[in-house]
């Protein structure tokens, strides 16, 4: 017979009488004063709960009918992890993956500042242009007291808290949530410090002597696998990854290790692989076990490498996820790449997937190659399944600032790169960042940085004398643009029928924008779109990404114009080798079909200027999002008494946090919040809700999951009915 892991039956009728009761007391004798809070948890969350003489036992249910085992002991000095497994029913004992193994946080601590030059009231922690690496800083590695323990549930997930954790400066708890029908366990150093301006990163992992591991797999960065078997002296190593994932290979089966993938990677400029992952033993030379898990890079290298914000008396969730798997480091890695699509943006029926800003010097480098060869990037973005992206040469690179000569030529090399390069899979659009003609120059105040995006090639140069018109005939370029003056600017931009907006705003070179210039004449044209959003600053502590675009969108909406607000992602060279995903997000735009080069690519201006798309890191996607019938980028005229239904269709990969109805009447914001506990992994789920809208101006909506990742709408505008 099958040794009996919990009889569940037996079992219930006592473990919800002592969640009544509050606190079940442990027996054992060196640790007496551990007890265990049940007071916040519920078994209906799916996850079972079983508190033993010394350790707390979970069960749950994962997928393919096999059930997640967990064992975590709270008696000092032994390791804090007894035991993951997997079994193949909720009550027998099952399988050993892991044992005997305690989580580890290794936390480095250095300062933040901020550059001049910014709006005096700008908070210190909305900075890109830092690098804490060049100030002194320390690494400190977590200290577990076990005096406390607690069990919550919320939703179909459950989580074990234990306290008190320290690392260095820092002090707080360590968190472990189990997700009901998911493979996944969450472990999370939640720590926060009363120190001022402090710049964060973070190492975690598990490590233990007898752990049961008996190899450590990964992928490399060109896709072959590595295998390393489990040594006693086998020294700490970074490893360079693909996916981000680094796997332990047992007996039994396999567990990987991935952080969230897109908030784990604070923004840089550059999305090389820096070795994200590391094995073996000393750790930041102060752990003797062997361990493995995932790394951050205190200086890669680059100009600006900001890290993380860590605020004073902010929790910042210091996570990393578990994946539980019967199979090989193949198999684990598989199970692990469903969370992201394969790293690949999904079809979407309907749609075309669009990303913009990329300074990979284009233009220069066919040039220099004289156009043979296919750069990497064409299939890196077609393997990511991206249909079309905006490039932003001459940043940099080129000579943006000459009078034709050198510019025009480079401007007709980077026009037949695109085209080259161009097919029915991937359009490549020509296009730069531009800091000249449409901003405000004041002293101390940079002007910021604009894209430009144009339906089709248009030739240019950014100086005009007096002598030369605005626009030119030429014989091999058809037309030639003289641009000297903002007029000049906003003149070219309509006859072209061309888009610019705010590159990275309020952060970078654009601090000032686009508040300085909402009066101006052309940020109110409809050539301006709006604005960009990306996730950055990074703050562990807070539940989304990218909160200060996101502001600035609710801000704009205010404002009375009707701006909108797509992903940029902003970044160098890249090759196969990067870790590009981490970085990227995506703008899904409603077109049924992506335009050839030779056709022009108008329809991409029109759906984003008309608002119909929506942004997402790639994990949560909007099928649909309507208010009262409209889609976002149109108008809703609402009566006196009307209420709306507001119908969005979600489609996810990590169980989701929350979604948020955001409103505003032109003055104030208006947010209602639906808790999306309920939801596991991989799930569809219509919403539909009646938000309160009366008097408001325009409404729009976003998803957010357990890793942060996310998706946002576009305005739907509100005017009375006439």
């Given at each position: 017979?099958?040794?009996?892991?919990?009889?569940?039956?037996?079992?219930?009728?006592?473990?919800?009488?002592?969640?009544?009761?509050?606190?079940?007391?442990?027996?054992?004798?060196?640790?007496?004063?551990?007890?265990?809070?049940?007071?916040?948890?519920?078994?209906?969350?799916?996850?079972?709960?079983?508190?033993?003489?010394?350790?707390?036992?979970?069960?749950?249910?994962?997928?393919?009918?096999?059930?997640?085992?967990?064992?975590?002991?709270?008696?000092?000095?032994?390791?804090?992890?007894?035991?993951?497994?997997?079994?193949?029913?909720?009550?027998?004992?099952?399988?050993?993956?892991?044992?005997?193994?305690?989580?580890?946080?290794?936390?480095?601590?250095?300062?933040?500042?901020?550059?001049?030059?910014?709006?005096?009231?700008?908070?210190?922690?909305?900075?890109?242009?830092?690098?804490?690496?060049?100030?002194?800083?320390?690494?400190?590695?977590?200290?577990?007291?076990?005096?406390?323990?607690?069990?919550?549930?919320?939703?179909?997930?459950?989580?074990?808290?234990?306290?008190?954790?320290?690392?260095?400066?820092?002090?707080?708890?360590?968190?472990?949530?189990?997700?009901?029908?998911?493979?996944?366990?969450?472990?999370?150093?939640?720590?926060?410090?009363?120190?001022?301006?402090?710049?964060?990163?973070?190492?975690?992992?598990?490590?233990?002597?007898?752990?049961?591991?008996?190899?450590?797999?990964?992928?490399?960065?060109?896709?072959?696998?590595?295998?390393?078997?489990?040594?006693?002296?086998?020294?700490?190593?970074?490893?360079?990854?693909?996916?981000?994932?680094?796997?332990?290979?047992?007996?039994?089966?396999?567990?990987?290790?991935?952080?969230?993938?897109?908030?784990?990677?604070?923004?840089?400029?550059?999305?090389?692989?820096?070795?994200?992952?590391?094995?073996?033993?000393?750790?930041?030379?102060?752990?003797?076990?062997?361990?493995?898990?995932?790394?951050?890079?205190?200086?890669?290298?680059?100009?600006?490498?900001?890290?993380?914000?860590?605020?004073?008396?902010?929790?910042?969730?210091?996570?990393?996820?578990?994946?539980?798997?019967?199979?090989?480091?193949?198999?684990?890695?598989?199970?692990?790449?469903?969370?992201?699509?394969?790293?690949?943006?999904?079809?979407?029926?309907?749609?075309?997937?669009?990303?913009?800003?990329?300074?990979?010097?284009?233009?220069?480098?066919?040039?220099?190659?004289?156009?043979?060869?296919?750069?990497?990037?064409?299939?890196?973005?077609?393997?990511?399944?991206?249909?079309?992206?905006?490039?932003?040469?001459?940043?940099?690179?080129?000579?943006?600032?000459?009078?034709?000569?050198?510019?025009?030529?480079?401007?007709?090399?980077?026009?037949?790169?695109?085209?080259?390069?161009?097919?029915?899979?991937?359009?490549?659009?020509?296009?730069?960042?531009?800091?000249?003609?449409?901003?405000?120059?004041?002293?101390?105040?940079?002007?910021?940085?604009?894209?430009?995006?144009?339906?089709?090639?248009?030739?240019?140069?950014?100086?005009?004398?007096?002598?030369?018109?605005?626009?030119?005939?030429?014989?091999?370029?058809?037309?030639?643009?003289?641009?000297?003056?903002?007029?000049?600017?906003?003149?070219?931009?309509?006859?072209?029928?061309?888009?610019?907006?705010?590159?990275?705003?309020?952060?970078?070179?654009?601090?000032?924008?686009?508040?300085?210039?909402r009066h101006e004449d052309f940020y109110l044209a409809d050539f301006w779109l709006g604005a960009a959003w990306k996730a950055m600053p990074a703050d562990l502590?807070?539940?989304?990404?990218?909160?200060?675009?996101?502001d600035l969108l609710t801000d704009m909406a205010n404002w009375g114009q009707r701006k909108y607000m797509p992903g940029e992602v902003d970044v160098f060279k890249?090759?196969?080798?990067?870790?590009?995903?981490?970085?990227?997000?995506?703008?899904?735009?409603?077109?049924?079909?992506?335009?050839?080069?030779?056709?022009?690519?108008?329809?991409?201006?029109?759906?984003?200027?008309?608002?119909?798309?929506?942004?997402?890191?790639?994990?949560?996607?909007?099928?649909?999002?309507?208010?009262?019938?409209?889609?976002?980028?149109?108008?809703?005229?609402?009566?006196?008494?009307?209420?709306?239904?507001?119908?969005?269709?979600?489609?996810?990969?990590?169980?989701?946090?929350?979604?948020?109805?955001?409103?505003?009447?032109?003055?104030?914001?208006?947010?209602?919040?639906?808790?999306?506990?309920?939801?596991?992994?991989?799930?569809?789920?219509?919403?539909?809700?009646?938000?309160?809208?009366?008097?408001?101006?325009?409404?729009?909506?976003?998803?957010?999951?357990?890793?942060?990742?996310?998706?946002?709408?576009?305005?739907?505008?509100?005017?009375?009915?006439?």
């Amino acid at each position: 017979m099958k040794k009996r892991w919990w009889n569940l039956r037996k079992a219930l009728p006592w473990l919800l009488a002592g969640a009544c009761l509050g606190n079940w007391p442990g027996t054992a004798a060196d640790a007496p004063n551990v007890s265990v809070d049940l007071s916040g948890y519920s078994s209906d969350c799916g996850v079972q709960i079983r508190p033993q003489a010394g350790r707390i036992d979970l069960n749950w249910p994962m997928d393919q009918g096999e059930w997640g085992r967990a064992s975590l002991n709270l008696i000092l000095g032994k390791p804090f992890i007894e035991r993951l497994g997997i079994a193949n029913d909720p009550i027998t004992e099952g399988q050993s993956l892991l044992q005997g193994v305690d989580p580890v946080t290794f936390l480095t601590v250095g300062t933040r500042e901020a550059p001049p030059g910014r709006p005096p009231e700008m908070s210190v922690w909305n900075v890109f242009f830092d690098r804490p690496a060049k100030r002194p800083f320390q690494t400190y590695a977590s200290r577990l007291k076990l005096n406390r323990a607690q069990v919550t549930s919320e939703g179909q997930r459950a989580t074990v808290t234990v306290g008190d954790l320290t690392v260095g400066p820092f002090s707080g708890e360590l968190q472990f949530t189990f997700y009901a029908t998911s493979r996944l366990v969450r472990v999370e150093a939640v720590v926060q410090t009363q120190e001022d301006q402090r710049a964060i990163l973070y190492d975690v992992g598990l490590a233990g002597e007898s752990a049961d591991w008996q190899r450590i797999a990964w992928m490399d960065t060109e896709g072959r696998w590595q295998r390393t078997a489990i040594e006693s002296q086998t020294a700490d190593q970074p490893l360079a990854v693909r996916h981000r994932a680094v796997i332990a290979e047992t007996a039994h089966g396999s567990v990987a290790c991935f952080p969230p993938p897109h908030q784990f990677h604070f923004p840089r400029d550059w999305t090389d692989n820096l070795k994200f992952a590391w094995m073996g033993r000393g750790h930041h030379g102060q752990s003797t076990a062997f361990g493995f898990g995932v790394r951050q890079v205190a200086d890669g290298q680059r100009a600006f490498e900001p890290w993380f914000n860590a605020p004073p008396g902010t929790r910042q969730r210091l996570g990393v996820f578990y994946l539980l798997t019967r199979g090989r480091a193949e198999d684990a890695l598989r199970e692990t790449l469903r969370y992201t699509h394969g790293d690949r943006f999904p079809k979407l029926p309907g749609h075309v997937t669009f990303t913009s800003h990329y300074h990979m010097a284009v233009a220069m480098d066919a040039m220099t190659r004289q156009f043979q060869g296919v750069p990497e990037f064409v299939s890196v973005f077609k393997e990511m399944g991206v249909n079309a992206v905006h490039i932003a040469d001459f940043h940099g690179d080129g000579h943006p600032k000459d009078p034709g000569p050198l510019r025009l030529p480079e401007l007709e090399a980077m026009n037949k790169e695109c085209r080259r390069l161009s097919g029915a899979e991937l359009l490549l659009i020509p296009g730069e960042e531009i800091n000249e003609f449409l901003g405000l120059a004041e002293p101390g105040k940079h002007p910021g940085h604009w894209m430009s995006l144009f339906p089709k090639p248009v030739y240019w140069t950014q100086t005009r004398t007096n002598d030369l018109p605005l626009a030119e005939p030429h014989a091999q370029y058809a037309t030639v643009y003289h641009v000297g003056s903002r007029a000049d600017m906003m003149e070219l931009l309509r006859r072209e029928h061309g888009l610019a907006w705010a590159a990275h705003p309020r952060i970078k070179a654009s601090s000032w924008t686009p508040d300085i210039f909402r009066h101006e004449d052309f940020y109110l044209a409809d050539f301006w779109l709006g604005a960009a959003w990306k996730a950055m600053p990074a703050d562990l502590s807070r539940e989304r990404l990218g909160e200060r675009a996101l502001d600035l969108l609710t801000d704009m909406a205010n404002w009375g114009q009707r701006k909108y607000m797509p992903g940029e992602v902003d970044v160098f060279k890249i090759d196969h080798t990067h870790e590009l995903y981490g970085h990227m997000n995506i703008n899904y735009l409603r077109l049924e079909r992506l335009p050839r080069f030779e056709e022009g690519w108008q329809p991409i201006l029109d759906a984003l200027r008309r608002g119909q798309f929506f942004v997402t890191t790639g994990e949560v996607l909007l099928r649909e999002f309507t208010v009262g019938g409209q889609d976002s980028g149109h108008t809703l005229p609402l009566r006196d008494g009307d209420s709306p239904e507001l119908r969005a269709s979600l489609e996810w990969t990590f169980p989701l946090r929350f979604a948020e109805v955001i409103s505003g009447d032109g003055q104030q914001v208006y947010r209602e919040r639906m808790d999306l506990t309920d939801t596991t992994s991989f799930g569809r789920r219509t919403l539909t809700l009646k938000p309160r809208l009366a008097g408001r101006k325009w409404v729009r909506f976003e998803v957010w999951d357990v890793a942060a990742n996310g998706a946002f709408t576009q305005p739907v505008w509100l005017e009375p009915a006439r």
